[in-house]
């Protein structure tokens, strides 16, 4: 299976590493500083899992690598238009390529350059950061990703793919029928669990121990669920009592990529999360008073960040 990650970073970098471990043709995209520091020394990956190490082709310029089977897509949203442009060159006859990026517009944007026959779904459950450039560090959370079509239907590459994610150490996989539905489950997880800890700019753990933050966290999830099933998808009142279940079940020092990338300087994907999930609301008329408070309170944030931030 030859396949290029597109943005090695904290999620790409993990799962690319992880599937050349496993035996896999493995292509890292990656640029500046990080792209210098694979070239020279290898992607080394720090995990709680165990650490590893390996040696992998990485360029800027996805000419150099060719049609590929899989591309897996893991810029953040906000480079996702940009880095779409550049697909061309890995995408042939075969090509799936697969977001496993948050956010509900990633797939759209996809679609649009490459083609929707292309584009399958793909979400993903793991906190994994750029700790300096070549390493990134995986420091918890479930590790588990779900794939599919997303059409519903059960396709040939989808299964091809779970099975070199089974395969591999230290992921789990989950083949699924309805990814679009889990693509919203997971925006409307990640705006409560990514909005809460990055606005509080506390740990999970205390979030949950206040019935005020708590039920904050709880709020914006039913929010984004009522999006969610005014854009389609199949998103119930049970969908609400899972996730919180599983949210309980957390570590308690579990924060996110937005809380990361706020407390770093790094650009913030306030646009791809609450933004999106705000413009869509206000085209079916529903209120998100929750989301739009998170977004207002990390605007000025994003806006400073989106100022420093060098990569
Ligand atoms: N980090 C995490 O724990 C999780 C992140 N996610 C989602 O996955 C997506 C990726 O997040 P991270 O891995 O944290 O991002 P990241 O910032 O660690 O990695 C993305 C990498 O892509 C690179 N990149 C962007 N455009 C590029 C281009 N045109 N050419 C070459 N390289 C390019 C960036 O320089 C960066 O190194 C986001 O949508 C995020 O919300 C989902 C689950 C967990
Ligand atoms: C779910 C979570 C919090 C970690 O997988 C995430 O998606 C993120 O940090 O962006």
Not at 61 to 76: H, M, N, R, S
Not at 137 to 146: D, L, N, V
Not at 279 to 285: C, G, I, Q, V, W
Request: net charge negative; with cysteine.
């Amino acid at each position: 299976m030859k396949v290029a990650v597109y943005g090695a970073g904290g999620v790409g970098g993990y799962v690319g590493g992880r599937l050349a471990q496993a035996g896999a043709e493995v292509h890292l995209i990656a640029r500046g500083t990080h792209l210098d520091a694979l070239r020279e020394a290898g992607l080394r990956v720090e995990s709680v899992e165990g650490d590893f190490a390996v040696d992998l082709p990485a360029t800027d310029d996805p000419a150099e690598i060719g049609p590929c089977d899989y591309v897996l897509f893991t810029v953040k949203s906000f480079d996702t238009e940009a880095a779409a442009r550049n697909l061309a060159p890995l995408v042939g006859e075969d090509t799936a390529v697969v977001s496993l990026q948050n956010g509900v517009d990633n797939e759209s944007v996809l679609a649009d350059e490459v083609g929707a026959e292309h584009v399958m779904g793909g979400v993903a459950y793991v906190f994994s950061t750029i700790g300096e450039p070549g390493v990134i560090e995986h420091t918890g959370g479930p590790t588990s990703f779900t794939i599919g079509e997303l059409d519903g239907s059960r396709s040939e590459r989808a299964e091809r793919l779970a099975k070199w994610f089974e395969r591999a150490d230290g992921m789990d996989v989950e083949l699924s029928e309805s990814v679009r539905t889990e693509i919203w489950e997971k925006a409307a997880f990640i705006c409560a669990q990514a909005g809460m800890t990055a606005a509080v700019r506390l740990p999970l753990g205390e979030i949950r121990r206040h019935e005020e933050s708590w039920s904050m966290y709880r709020r914006l999830f039913e929010e984004v669920c009522e999006v969610g099933r005014a854009a389609g998808t199949d998103l119930t009142e049970e969908t609400v009592e899972e996730w919180m279940a599983f949210a309980e079940g957390l570590e308690g020092d579990a924060y996110s990529s937005l809380h990361y990338d706020l407390t770093h300087g790094k650009r913030m994907e306030l646009e791809g999360l609450h933004g999106a999930i705000i413009r869509r609301a206000r085209e079916h008329d529903i209120a998100v008073p929750m989301n739009e408070a998170v977004y207002a309170i990390l605007t000025p944030w994003a806006a400073r960040n989106a100022q420093s931030d060098e990569d």
